[in-house]
C-alpha cells in the first residue's frame, strides 16, 4: 500500500514565547517514507492507468467491432442461402411445370394423331395432321413421314384411298410416303432424294403439316418451293409469333443494303427486323441473316367436311375446286355440283365413291358423323 500527496510536512505542537499556554504548530519538511510515491512517480502510474484504460476501452469496440461484422457475414450468408433455396425452388417448380406441358402437349399429339382417331376427326381446333405437297418433296426434311404405318394413317386423313403403302428402296423416287397420280398408289420408299425435282411432276409427298412460315437458314426466301417473302410488318410479327421465335416485335428499317422483308439478325442476338428497303431476289446474300418467309397458299383436303379454322379459307366456284383437286392428285377432278342444302358447302371429296363435289348451297357446320366428305380448302 503506498501513500499518495508525498512530500508531506509533520506536525509538532508546543507553548508559545508568551508562556500562556498557547499551543503553537511548527511545520518541518520530512523525507517520504518508503510507502509513500512522488509526484512524479505518481504522473507516471496515472498516465499508465489512463493508457490502460484507453486500451482497454479500444479493444471492447473492436471486438464490438468484430462481433458486428461476424453477424453481418451471418445474415449475409443465410440471405444467400434463403436466396438459393429459393432459386432451387422455383427452378424445380419450372422443370415441373414445363415437363407437365410436354407431357400434356405429347398426349395432345398422339390423341390428334390419325392412327389413334381413325375417323379423322380432329381434337383440337383445325389442325389437320398431314398435307399432300405440290411437288416431290417435303417443305423440310424435319416434316418427312418416318414410317410406314404412319405414312398410311396420313394417307387416309387426307382422304386418299385406303390401302397398304407399297414398300421400295429407289434413290430416284422421292424420299418417304408419297402418292403417285399416274399408278394411283400409295408409296413409302426408305432411300431416295429429299429435294424438289421439277421434271417429277405426278409423285406428290405427303408429309406432316409444316407451319404457315418458315425460317430459313439462307437470306432470302424460296419461290420454287412456294416460299415467298413477307412484305408486311404486322405479318412478320405474326410469323414471329408462329415459330416461336425468342423476339417477336420487329425492328423497321429502310435499308437497300439489306434483304428485303423479314428476317433474323443472328449477329444481334436473334434480332428480329423488317426492312421495308432493299430487293427479295437473293441477291443479297448474308450469313448471319436468317429469312422469315410465308407458305404460298395451297390446298389441301381436310379430315372432316368444312374449313372452319382461321389457317383454311373456302372454296367458292367450281372452276377453283377442280384446280385445287388437280394440285393435290386426287383421282378425280371433275366436280359434279351438287345443289343440296344438307350436304357440306362449297367443295368436298366423298371418299366412298372417290368422286369431287361442289355445292353452292350446302352447310358449313362441322359434323363429325359424317367421315364420308372432306372438305377441299385454300390454305391462307
Known amino acids: 500500500m503506498f501513500t499518495l500527496g508525498c512530500p508531506s510536512r509533520s506536525r509538532n505542537t508546543s507553548t508559545n514565547s508568551a508562556g500562556n499556554g498557547v499551543r503553537g504548530t511548527n511545520f518541518a519538511a520530512e523525507p517520504c517514507p518508503d510507502n509513500q510515491l512522488s509526484e512524479e512517480e505518481l504522473a507516471k502510474v496515472l498516465e499508465r492507468l489512463a493508457a490502460q484504460a484507453k486500451e482497454d476501452k479500444e479493444k471492447e469496440a473492436q471486438e464490438a467491432e468484430e462481433a458486428a461484422q461476424k453477424a453481418q457475414e451471418a445474415a449475409q450468408e443465410a440471405a444467400q442461402k434463403a436466396a438459393q433455396e429459393a432459386a432451387q425452388k422455383a427452378a424445380q417448380e419450372a422443370a415441373q411445370a414445363a415437363a407437365a406441358q ?135 410479327e405474326r410469323a414471329a409469333n408462329e415459330l416461336g421465335l425468342p423476339i417477336t416485335t420487329p425492328e423497321a428499317i429502310d435499308d437497300p443494303q439489306k434483304p428485303h422483308g423479314c428476317w433474323v439478325d443472328a449477329n444481334q442476338g436473334g434480332k428480329l427486323v423488317f426492312n421495308k428497303g432493299g430487293v427479295a431476289d437473293g441477291s443479297i446474300e448474308d450469313p448471319s441473316i436468317k429469312a422469315v418467309c410465308k407458305r404460298a397458299p395451297t390446298h389441301e383436303v381436310m379430315p372432316y367436311r368444312s374449313c372452319w379454322d382461321q389457317n383454311h379459307a373456302q372454296i367458292h366456284n367450281k372452276d377453283r375446286c377442280e384446280r385445287a383437286a388437280k394440285e393435290i392428285g386426287l383421282p378425280s377432278t371433275e366436280a359434279v355440283v351438287m345443289n343440296d342444302p344438307k350436304l357440306p358447302y362449297g367443295c368436298y371429296w366423298n371418299r366412298e365413291v372417290q368422286k369431287l363435289r361442289f355445292n353452292p348451297v350446302g352447310t358449313q357446320e362441322r359434323n363429325t358423323e359424317d367421315l364420308s366428305r372432306r372438305a377441299i380448302c385454300k390454305r391462307v
Open 102 to 236: 410436354e407431357a400434356a402437349k405429347k398426349a395432345q399429339e398422339e390423341a390428334a394423331h390419325p392412327a389413334n382417331n381413325p375417323g379423322g376427326t380432329p381434337t383440337t381446333i383445325g389442325v389437320p395432321p398431314a398435307e399432300m405437297m405440290p411437288f416431290s418433296a417435303c417443305w423440310d426434311p424435319a416434316f418427312m413421314i418416318k414410317s410406314k404405318e404412319t405414312c398410311k394413317a396420313m394417307a387416309k386423313s387426307l382422304g386418299l384411298p385406303e390401302m397398304e403403302p407399297g414398300d421400295m428402296i429407289n434413290p430416284d423416287r422421292p424420299k418417304g410416303c408419297y402418292w403417285n397420280q399416274q399408278t394411283k398408289l400409295l408409296i413409302f420408299n426408305t432411300d431416295g432424294y429429299i429435294e424438289k425435282r421439277p421434271d417429277d411432276t405426278f409423285r406428290r409427298s405427303i408429309c406432316n403439316r409444316a407451319p404457315t412460315h418458315v425460317k430459313m437458314e439462307k437470306s432470302s426466301c424460296d419461290p420454287p418451293l412456294l416460299i415467298h417473302t413477307i412484305h408486311m410488318k404486322a405479318r412478320c
